[in-house]
């Protein structure tokens, strides 16, 4: 009997909870100030103070001074520039024909993209070592058609790196713009063909900046991901191919020293940050996280 | 055509990725140290499967004092543990680099050698005796290669040779991970005489290994990913740790380790600063480095025993591949953990300092 009443309690507790809205957000915010910002706080604190409690920009003066740093800053940003373009490049297509294709052809299309997405990145950068190496699938192959003589280094230089990225964040690239292109009125580009354009041109006219937000979303998150890769460029890449975070995760578990791996770390929060926001006011904050408006 | 399943699975899927991201942060309960139990941080796999049926598991019926295994023992956890005043481990078994980092931030309690069985320490080579670590396993930073890349006998067989442009082949070097820049075998490439390699005349290393530099096809970031090359022919030699190298020649592959010119180095025991089980920790370290223990632990993994007292428990056959045993020990050199770990300058290891400048020489040759 008290089980029947407790749930009719707690039944009524969720039903005050849902009338109270703005304790539920104080709640996820409490939550987020937890586990988010009061951590970001203790690698301020890190980053910025120096031995007795001294606030020092030392550390900041370290990063901004030594080339080493600006170089593998460039290096970082340049990789995922480039993902970010090729995975634009083939993601909008792939997208544009999930949208498009029959329920069977569409499901096929979305389980070529969800299952290499559910499996781990390290035995897919793996796989590319089997497929890219000089006695790999590749190389094999191209020799035995008589393409080349010798083996091509795919392996271990930035193509393997960008390959390797590519494959692994296409998912991010696909999903937002398969969904937009999913919700766009089909009437739309259909009156553009009946007032006389050519498919290209409604294509270009109609649909493409409709489903822009959805690329600059896409594009946005896959950048952003790039920025921190740290496993595919490890495994695939050469000495030229050393990322940020590679640098980092020396810094902080090799030389031990967290202050300045703490003082990185937020160097390249804050540049993510700036991007982030560049792409919400382009796009709209709420669709890059996930919360687009339906209407 | 507005779909709610859409936008849901997006969700889901972001949810899932922020998740994978932020799952290394989750905090598992910690195994706590109690009265009569002490946890000992190694290395996981076969390793941590051999030591219990060796070590552990003995050690538990003699003292009743029962053994948990924890790791990876590497220095940022210990660095967090200890700052925080949370220590849940006892000790460590790791290597000389993560040691001597650990000394210069305060991790780490000294070893008090009184406590240590006289006659078990002196069948230890000194130069394993250091202040905060005692040497048990024994491995070699050796000439790796893969058998079917070169003719026999064809393969190289000192460091000139692997600098040597003119030996064909794909060569591998460590970078990153804990692992310092390999300064010895660039100046004995250079013609310095292994037994005068220390005290390590730096610059003429760097620049022996600005030549090194256009041979490597790959500079791995863990040993397993050097193996793993070079097992299946993507590298045909590297500069790794010779026992991997011999684990995986006993599992079939077509790998090899030449000892001649190779820097060994130890595992050690270390025992974590405020470790509340001294007592127990002690009685551990003498029951462990016993020499018939170990030759029992090197027949199940292949690294050398410290104590020479294993010797007597191993067959040659059984001894042959052992980095320790005494063939293999006398064409090696013991690496000088006095110079890796001397404070040079701000304060800062030579272990850190060359491990800063090795991500420098990579990044700006880029």
């Known amino acids: ?295 | 055509m507005t779909t709610k399943r859409q936008f849901s699975r997006r969700s889901v899927l972001l949810g899932v990725a922020g998740a994978a991201i932020a799952s290394p942060f989750v905090r598992v309960k910690p195994a706590r140290a109690d009265k009569g139990e002490i946890v000992v941080a190694t290395w996981g796999g076969t390793r941590t499967t051999a030591m219990r049926k060796v070590m552990f598991d003995p050690f538990e019926r003699e003292t009743g004092i029962r053994v948990r295994a924890d790791g990876p023992p590497e220095a940022a956890k210990v660095k967090a543990m200890v700052d925080t005043g949370n220590v849940t481990w006892d000790m460590l078994d790791t290597d000389i680099p993560a040691i001597l980092s650990m000394v210069n931030a305060k991790l780490l309690e000294p070893i008090d050698y009184s406590k240590i069985d006289q006659n078990k320490l002196d069948r230890i080579p000194k130069v394993l005796h250091h202040p905060y670590g005692l040497g048990h396993l024994i491995y070699g930073f050796n000439i790796v290669y893969n058998t079917k890349s070169f003719a026999p006998g064809k393969q190289p067989k000192m460091w000139a040779e692997v600098w040597d442009k003119n030996i064909k082949g794909a060569r591998s070097f460590p970078f990153s991970g804990g692992l310092s820049p390999q300064l010895e075998f660039a100046l004995i490439a250079d013609g310095v005489s292994p037994d005068k390699v220390y005290p390590l005349d730096v610059e003429r290393a760097w620049k022996s290994m600005d030549r090194l530099r256009p041979l490597v096809t790959k500079w791995y970031a863990n040993h397993a990913e050097a193996i793993q090359l070079l097992s299946t022919g993507e590298i045909d030699v590297c500069c790794t740790i010779g026992s991997r190298g011999i684990a995986a020649k006993s599992s079939g592959a077509p790998v090899e380790v030449e000892y001649n010119q190779g820097k060994l180095a130890p595992d050690n025991w270390a025992i974590i600063k405020g470790s509340k089980n001294l007592d127990a920790v002690y009685q551990y370290i003498n029951f462990v480095i016993d020499g018939k223990l170990q030759a029992e632990l090197a027949k199940l993994i292949p690294y050398g025993p410290s104590s020479q007292d294993a010797f007597k428990y191993l067959s040659p056959e059984e001894a042959k591949d052992l980095s320790t045993a005494p063939d293999n020990l006398a064409k090696q050199f013991w690496n000088d953990t006095a110079w890796w770990g001397a404070v040079a300058a701000d304060s800062r290891t030579n272990t850190q300092i060359q491990a800063e400048r090795y991500a420098k020489w990579m990044v700006q040759h880029g």
């Not at chain 1, 980053?47 to 606030?55: D, E, L, P, Q, S």
């Not at chain 1, 480039?82 to 490049?89: D, G, H, L, S």
């Not at chain 1, 590319?128 to 091509?152: A, E, F, K, T, Y």
């Not at chain 1, 089909?186 to 822009?212: E, I, N, Q, W, Y």
Request: aromatic share 10%; charged share 10%; with cysteine.
């Open chain 1, 1 to 295: 009997m008290s089980e029947v009443a407790l749930l009719l309690q707690s039944r009524s507790a969720v039903r005050a909870w849902r009338a109270r809205p703005r304790v539920m957000i104080a709640g996820v915010l409490g939550f987020y100030a937890l586990v988010y910002c009061l951590p970001m706080l203790v690698l301020l604190s890190w980053a910025f103070r120096g031995g007795g409690g001294v606030w020092t920009l030392a550390n900041l003066t370290h990063l901004l001074s030594d080339e080493t740093y600006s170089v593998v800053f460039v290096t970082t940003f340049r990789m995922a520039a480039v993902t970010t373009m090729v995975c634009t490049i083939i993601g909008y297509p792939y997208a544009y024909l999930l949208a498009t294709a029959g329920p069977k052809a569409r499901t096929l299309l979305a389980a070529a993209v969800m299952i290499p997405f559910w499996t781990s990145v390290l035995a897919r950068s793996l796989a590319w070592v089997i497929l890219l190496g000089r006695r790999g699938v590749m190389n094999d192959w191209l020799v035995s058609m008589g393409l080349i003589d010798q083996p091509i280094q795919m392996l271990f230089n930035g193509i393997g790196v960008q390959i390797g990225m590519v494959h692994v964040l296409l998912p991010f690239m696909v999903l937002p713009v398969w969904s937009i292109l999913a919700r766009l009125d089909v009437g739309l580009p259909m009156a553009a063909r009946s007032l006389g354009a050519t498919p290209l041109k409604a294509f270009l006219h109609v649909t493409l900046p409709l489903s822009m937000p959805g690329v600059t979303a896409g594009a946005t998150l896959v950048f952003m991901l790039a920025v921190g890769f740290y496993i595919t460029p490890a495994l695939l890449g050469g000495p030229g191919d050393i990322t940020i975070a590679t640098l980092i995760d020396t810094v902080i578990r090799d030389l031990l020293d967290w202050p300045f791996g703490a003082t990185i770390s937020l160097t390249l929060v804050a540049i993510v940050g700036a991007i982030f926001a560049l792409g919400a006011t382009i796009a709209g904050g709420g669709r890059i996280a996930g919360l687009e408006n339906h209407g």
